[in-house]
């Protein structure tokens, strides 16, 4: 039997050096960071703060210095001594850190990938890309979540997805354009592309887990027991805490008032709900809420807070979210991110990859309560023939399944053909058919350019002309 | 072909279907010939915004008037074209060089149609000559993404890097520096409403004489506030933005919304 050789089994647990490991402290800057070998101090302290925007130094304590970059950090001996002396240098440096830090985010080897797999330009930095992955949920401060990037995102997405919306379908009715909307670029929506990216979400935030997944205060969900009760937690009366109302100005608590569709535009968001956060117009919320709430309709409907909301400091402090909310925020964070670091031709080019590649059947988001009234309407404001229907054909009619086509005409023209089991059934079908296939117009590919192809700098490179879009009157009112 | 049943079709229904041409695509559905015998064509000699549809009226007023005061509102075209080449100001010159444009003030940056269609609100004449909610819907954002940005280049306490050795030693080293993120601090949900808020807006709009020209009709016209006017002044300033898009292009649009509507609110 051969001695055992305790030496050689010490060297083999180690992971084998790899010099290249080192040399490249953050994976996508696009200077290349391999110093060389022989620097003096002063040189190298320029240096390292001259590359400190790219990528942070990090205090190097593990005992592998394979490689010569590694040596002159630690030869630097502020950035050691100074890493030593981090906790006590000056009270804004011992800020508490509630998510994974960024130092951490060149070592992650799920963000790295994440960055790869979406193709994102090298100009965008992991850094970056992890602060992304920080709902404000998990860490309340500005400066370390995703909250300004998803701000910025959400503007970017939702402006492109407008531009698009309403170059490709003109004559689209303001409901269908607010669902469509939300169709492209709403929480569900981006949760999805969320998952499709292949992006995990923590149990619970800490700085301990990797900086790679996204991070958030998970709510509670709400068929879960309440401790000491037998109650489910959304039986329990008046728990529900929503955010405070910003600038929402709605009157809609008051019993003679109607939230129309028209006044969504000022004052909801861009997919037409309650900015407050409330599922529904009057909805039971949380006495702080409300009360916040009574005193801005008091007012007289100005609707804005003068008063700046008391900010959470720390994660105790926060609000907890859904795991869709959170996945919005980051997919938006990332588009905003995008914007900061690479530019407008990039944001639209993710958009186009990520949002526009989604097939989306507008055909079906449609809802008609009075299409004959609606499609009479339309052809009286057009100066078109007063639609009339007509059999087409038919079959079975004495027996149980009978079918009738049923075409609307206006004049001699076609409107719109449907089938149905009834005559009645018939017009109503075809009517609606009309109706859409009025308001799905689409002019052709070569007229449709979108405003934001010849803003900026893009349109002084690419040569992109200008041509007017279609501007419809608008729908008929129902 | 001649139908084999006899009885599901009438004559009239019969003739039309044989007479029929090749079935129009959807996209030719503006160009209907109308018979004779119809007679509820608009009247050619006027534009469409100046009245309404003849065949969506009644021929006479079955209810009797309300006991209020008629609301009015302008028909002229020269308050109108005013109105936009105060809002628009100097911002079209980024329209310089597109086809069809020979000058680059306000009123000549629109088509007729366009420019009332972008100051008629939903609550005009039932809504029958138009409305411009999609328009308002795109201006709006179009405004909200230039507001973010402008926010972002709002001066900051913090910098970004660091040159200085007393930079260097407050700096917190938690925090990832760069000089792209500059400016993200100022960016908030709290901060972007302060600014655009609908009562704000329409301050502005009344600045610019939107509210002379504006189509709408309140729900009391002695309590315009009551009626939410701030609300459709809004509206209509997001509208304007949207046209301007619509017409013009994204850069004639932001630089309107940047100049015009964000620098007199205080953000650069």
């Known amino acids: 039997m051969k001695r055992v050789r305790l030496d050689r089994w010490a060297s083999q647990l180690q992971p084998p050096r790899n010099p290249r490991l080192q040399v490249q402290r953050c994976a996508l800057s696009h200077e290349t960071t391999t110093l060389p070998r022989r620097r003096d101090l002063h040189q190298q302290r320029q240096y390292i703060t001259q590359t400190q925007w790219q990528c942070q130094r990090q205090p190097v304590s593990s005992k592998r210095k394979a490689s010569t970059a590694a040596v002159l950090q630690e030869a630097g001996n502020e950035g050691e001594s100074e890493a030593s002396k981090l906790p006590s240098r000056n009270k804004k440096s011992t800020t508490p850190l509630y998510a994974p830090s960024h130092h951490t985010a060149a070592r992650s080897a799920k963000l790295a990938a994440l960055h790869a797999r979406l193709s994102l330009p090298p100009k965008l930095p992991l850094q970056t890309l992890a602060r992304c992955l920080v709902d404000p949920s998990a860490d309340p401060r500005s400066d370390y979540n995703n909250a300004p990037f998803a701000i910025l995102g959400q503007d970017l997405l939702g402006y492109h997805t407008t531009e698009h919306l309403t170059c490709h379908y003109p004559r689209l009715p303001m409901s269908v354009l607010f669902a469509a909307q939300y169709a492209f670029v709403g929480e569900a929506t981006l949760a999805s592309v969320r998952a499709e990216w292949g992006v995990e979400v923590v149990a619970a935030p800490g700085v301990e887990v990797d900086a790679g997944l996204l991070q958030l205060k998970r709510q509670v969900p709400g068929n879960s027991m309440v401790e000491g009760t037998g109650r489910r937690v959304k039986d329990m009366p008046g728990v529900r805490a929503l955010g405070a109302r910003l ?49 801005v309709d008091v007012e007289g409907g100005d609707g804005t807070t003068s008063s700046l909301p008391t900010l959470p400091q720390s994660p105790d402090d926060t609000e907890a979210t859904t795991v869709s909310d959170a996945s919005a925020s980051f997919v938006r964070a990332v588009a905003g991110a995008l914007y900061l670091h690479v ?19 507008l055909h079906t988001m449609f809802n008609f309560t009075h299409p004959t009234r609606d499609l009479s309407r339309l052809c009286a404001r057009e100066g078109f023939e007063p639609p009339v229907a007509r059999l087409i054909s038919e079959t079975g009619r004495l027996s149980r399944t009978p079918v009738f086509v049923v075409g609307v005409y206006s004049g001699d023209n076609l409107l719109g053909e449907a089938a149905g089991a009834s005559l009645n059934e018939g017009r109503v ?18 007229e449709i350019v979108v405003p934001s192809e010849v803003e900026g700098m893009a349109a002084a490179g690419k040569g992109k002309e200008w041509k007017p879009q279609v501007i419809d009157v608008g729908e008929i009112v129902t | ?35 004779a015998a119809h007679q509820s064509a608009p009247a050619q000699d ?43 100001g100097h911002a079209g010159e980024a329209a310089k060089g597109q086809t069809g444009v020979e000058s680059i003030k306000g009123r000549d940056l629109l088509p007729e149609e366009v420019k009332w269609l972008a100051i008629t609100h939903k609550s005009f004449d039932h809504g029958r000559r138009g409305f411009n909610d999609r328009l308002a819907f795109l201006g709006k954002r179009i405004v909200y993404l230039q507001t973010s940005l402008a926010l972002l280049r709002s001066p900051t306490a913090a910098p970004q890097v660091f040159t200085t050795k007393k930079e260097r030693k407050n700096e917190n080293m938690n925090i990832f520096h760069h000089p792209a993120l500059a400016g993200t601090e100022n960016l908030t949900a709290f901060s972007k409403a302060q600014v655009l808020s609908p009562s704000r807006l329409a301050r502005l709009a009344q600045s610019y004489g939107v509210d002379r020209v504006v189509r709408w009709k309140p729900k009391k016209a002695e309590n315009l506030k009551g009626s939410g006017v701030e609300t459709v002044l809004a509206h209509t300033v997001y509208s304007i933005i949207g046209a301007l898009a619509m017409q013009r292009g994204g850069e004639v649009a932001a630089r309107t919304a940047r100049e015009r509507i964000l620098q007199p609110l205080g953000l650069r």
């Open chain 2, 1 to 35: 072909m001649p139908p084999a049943r006899t009885s599901s079709l009438c004559a009239s229904c019969a003739t039309a279907l044989h007479s029929q041409a090749p079935s129009t695509s959807h996209a030719g559905l503006r160009t209907f010939t109308t018979t």
């Open chain 1, 429 to 446: 079908r075809a009517a609606a058919a009309a109706l859409r296939s009025w308001y799905l117009y689409s002019p052709s590919k070569g």
């Open chain 1, 343 to 361: 530019g407008a031709a990039a944001t639209r080019t993710f958009h186009r990859d990520h949002i526009l590649s989604r097939q989306l059947d």
């Open chain 2, 46 to 88: 006027q534009p469409r915004w100046k009245q309404t549809p003849p065949a969506m009226k009644m021929a006479f007023r079955l209810r009797p008037r309300p006991n209020q005061p008629e609301w009015k509102v302008n028909d002229q075209q020269a308050p109108l074209d005013e109105m936009y080449d105060s809002f628009v």
């Open chain 1, 247 to 295: 600038g929402g100005g709605r009157r809609n608590a008051e019993w003679n008032y109607r939230r129309g569709v028209s006044s969504r535009v000022v004052f909801d968001d861009e997919f037409g709900d309650l900015i407050g956060g409330e599922p529904y117009a009057g909805a039971q919320l949380s006495t702080s809420a409300s009360e916040d709430g009574g005193a």
